[in-house]
Nanobody, 122 residues
Framework: QLQASGGGSVQPGGSLTLSCKAS????????IGWFRQASGKEREWVSF????????SYRDSVKGRFTARRDDKENTAYLQMNTLKVEDTGVYYC?????????????????WGQGTLVTVSS
């Protein structure tokens, strides 16, 4: 099970850190992806961090602003989001993949968190 938290309401330019806590399995055995879904739109991939934490990947629109990291001792992954924009608004989901291949595809992931809402508005 994955539990996502840390969402909230911020003004443009603000920051939030999302957390993804794993229970029932060991996080170090999986890669973690973050997705988001804006109202009325498809869920889209946002970022990926592979098992070791040494490799990350981001969609172009968040590069340089978002940072994925993981703390396997805490069994938790994080998504640090800086310089938030209105278009970052949506429900953010974390997901765990045993394979880590084709990480931008939803079908790659074996476990999903329940989502946490991020609202960026002035």
């Amino acid at each position: 099970q994955l539990q996502a938290s840390g969402g909230g309401s911020v003004q443009p330019g603000g920051s939030l850190t999302l957390s993804c806590k794993a229970s029932g399995f060991t996080l170090e055995n999986v890669a973690i992806g973050w997705f988001r879904q804006a109202s009325g739109k498809e869920r889209e991939w946002v970022s990926f961090i592979e098992r070791s934490g040494r490799s990350t990947s981001y969609r172009d629109s968040v590069k340089g602003r978002f940072t994925a990291r993981r703390d396997d001792k805490e069994n938790t992954a994080y998504l640090q989001m800086n310089t938030l924009k209105v278009e970052d608004t949506g429900v953010y989901y974390c997901a765990a993949s045993k394979s880590g291949y084709l990480y931008s595809l939803r079908a790659t992931y074996d476990y999903w968190g329940q989502g946490t809402l991020v609202t960026v508005s002035s």
